[in-house]
């Protein structure tokens, strides 16, 4: 087959999925595509065969071969990035695509949701974390990855349910609708479920936060205080950007529909539909809209604000 011309590539990596899509110089979508996780906790490897994964499908959407993918820019955002040494290995990785730029999946979903204006975001998925970018510099908030962090996260919600659970199975809480679920789903057995928990990934436990979405809506009580809890960290990290005077806010993220209706009136009325996806931020540093040569090396400073410079 002929090659075609330029095109480009931009991939939002995840917790929970990795999602790939193709434009041609112009803007017209050519293919897309979803695979499983690429974030660079389930390691380095297995985060790079989602992110090829998926481009290959989409690839065969757009009918490109191989051959195409040296004309082929990629902007990549993938979570963890931020680990220690993530960058770097992920650079001494081969690759068939005439150049590759990474950024965190948090840059890449603020540059989608507000076209590279101004901004700010607060991811809510399997992890969380707030982006916001604000007189040419990066605010980045928490994120540093679960369990530590990612407050208000699937992970985090599904944590805090196998907790409530175990203490209902030795009768120190309530046994509520949920919880008898939640027991349900390791056969009633406590070291079952302890047994699960040290293989289980944050992956494994965001899979519980829909059920628990679930019962809080149905007003389980045990189930209500879960996502009150976590919808008052999600409102934190807004608050913090409204205080830094980033008014133009947007929630993304897989439980974004679900836990909006949980935070406060003002700030959904604050909040705004985000322009596009963290595909479509990617897509934005494909095509060289984010000159990364004007960013610092990633730090956090005491305000959490990180010393990145940048022009979109």
Not at 104 to 123: M, P, T, Y
Not at 182 to 211: K, N
Request: proline share 4%; aromatic share 6%.
């Amino acid at each position: 087959m002929e090659t075609k011309g330029t095109t480009y590539l931009g991939i939002d990596g995840g917790g929970t999925r990795c999602r790939a899509r193709i434009e041609d110089e112009n803007g017209r979508v050519l293919g897309e595509a979803s695979s499983g996780p690429a974030t660079t906790r389930i390691g380095f490897d297995k985060a790079w065969r989602s992110i090829m994964e998926a481009t290959e499908a989409a690839a065969a959407q757009s009918e490109l071969t191989h051959e195409d993918f040296a004309r082929m820019h990629a902007g990549i955002g993938l979570a963890g990035i931020g680990r220690r040494g993530a960058e770097a290995a992920l650079k001494e990785i081969p690759h068939p695509f005439a150049s590759v730029i990474f950024v965190s999946d948090g840059l890449a979903a603020c540059l989608g949701a507000h076209s590279g204006a101004d901004g700010a975001i607060v991811v809510a998925g399997t992890g969380s974390v707030g982006v916001g970018l604000i007189g040419g510099s990066e605010i980045r908030i928490a994120g540093y990855g679960f369990p530590v962090s990612d407050e208000g996260s699937g992970a985090d919600i599904g944590l805090q349910v196998v907790r409530l659970a175990l203490r209902a199975a030795d009768r120190r809480g309530e046994l509520t609708p949920l919880l008898a679920e939640m027991l349900g789903a390791f056969d009633q057995d406590p070291y079952q479920a302890v047994a699960w928990s040290e293989e289980a990934r944050a992956t494994d436990y965001a899979a519980f936060a829909p059920t628990v979405m679930r019962h809080a809506n149905q007003g389980d009580p045990v189930g209500r205080r879960i996502v009150e809890r976590a919808a008052d960290a999600i409102g934190d990290l807004l608050d913090l950007f409204l205080a830094k005077g980033i008014d133009r806010l947007a929630l993304v993220g897989g439980l974004a529909d679900a836990i909006t209706p949980w935070l406060t009136p003002d700030l959904r009325a604050r909040l705004r539909r985000p322009d596009a996806d963290a595909a479509a931020g990617a897509l934005l540093v494909a095509r060289g809209r984010l000159d990364l040569r004007k960013l610092d090396p990633p730090k956090r400073e005491t305000d959490h604000e990180q010393a990145s410079k940048f022009r979109v």
